[in-house]
């Protein structure tokens, strides 16, 4: 099956920073990767998502990249702000599969 | 609108008793999904049912059951609860990917059940 690795599992930077947030996963049939972000006491909540067929994907200060040939993606959060901290989690599915496999999650501290 | 419901958000169980959780999709989501997390463990996913069927199944105990109904509410039932049970449960929907889209999965704020 799917194995998801992420890394850091924290990470802490001052607010106005940039914070980066890799993953690899090993089945090369995965072809679509979420981020969650996960407050506490909250459900995990869809901030982000790539297909295999994109490189990259933007939205404001969130951005997700991909290379399928080393099988990794990261997401870049730019601009740091303190509300942003929380745990993120990468995942990885087969476009159209029920099951995504998440990676062990970042915890995220912005700094003010 | 209002997103994915679960019910009871806290519950509190002895060993060997029994457990339902409930799960209210979005409107015409068609898929629902469960999902346990341990205390700072990644969320693993249990089971997953597609108009009434279920359409997947991952690491669910024998001892759990779950089932879609004709609303599309779905139910986890939980016997024999272990202490290892105590997690937080979440429920996700979507509506069933087309061709070879990707099922987007909304989650709920989740239910958190605690064996003593």
């Known amino acids: 099956g799917e194995n998801v690795e992420q890394h850091p599992s924290t990470l802490s930077v001052q607010e106005g920073d940039s914070a980066v947030i890799k993953c690899t996963y090993s089945?090369?049939?995965?072809?679509?990767f979420p981020w969650y972000k996960q407050e506490l006491g909250k459900g995990p909540q869809l901030i982000i998502d790539?297909?295999?067929?994109?490189g990259e994907k933007k939205d404001q200060r969130i951005a997700v990249t991909l290379n399928k040939t080393a099988k990794h993606f990261s997401l870049h959060i730019t601009e740091t702000q303190p509300e942003d901290s929380a745990v993120y989690f990468c995942?990885?599915?087969?476009?159209?599969?029920?099951?995504?496999?998440f990676g062990k999650g970042t915890k995220l501290s912005v700094i003010p | 609108a209002a997103g994915v419901i679960q019910s009871p958000r806290h519950l509190i169980k002895e060993k060997r008793e029994t457990a339902t959780l409930k799960c209210y999709p979005i409107?015409?989501?068609?898929?629902v999904y469960w999902y346990q997390q341990g205390p700072g463990q990644d969320p693993q996913f249990l089971i997953s049912?597609?108009?009434?069927?279920?359409?997947d199944k991952g690491s669910i105990p024998d001892r759990f059951s779950a089932q879609q109904f004709s609303d599309y509410h779905s139910e986890l039932n939980m016997s024999s609860l272990e202490l290892g049970d105590s997690a937080l449960y979440f429920c996700?929907?979507?509506?069933?990917?087309?061709?070879?889209?990707?099922?987007?999965?909304?989650f709920g704020a989740g239910s958190r059940l605690t064996v003593l």
């Open positions: 049912f597609y108009e009434k069927m279920q359409s």
């Open positions: 790539i297909r295999s067929n994109v």
């Open positions: 409107s015409r989501h068609d898929t």
């Open positions: 996700a929907s979507s509506l069933k990917a087309l061709g070879v889209g990707a099922n987007v999965l909304t």
């Open positions: 995942a990885a599915s087969i476009a159209g599969s029920y099951q995504l496999t």
């Open positions: 089945d090369s049939a995965s072809n679509y």
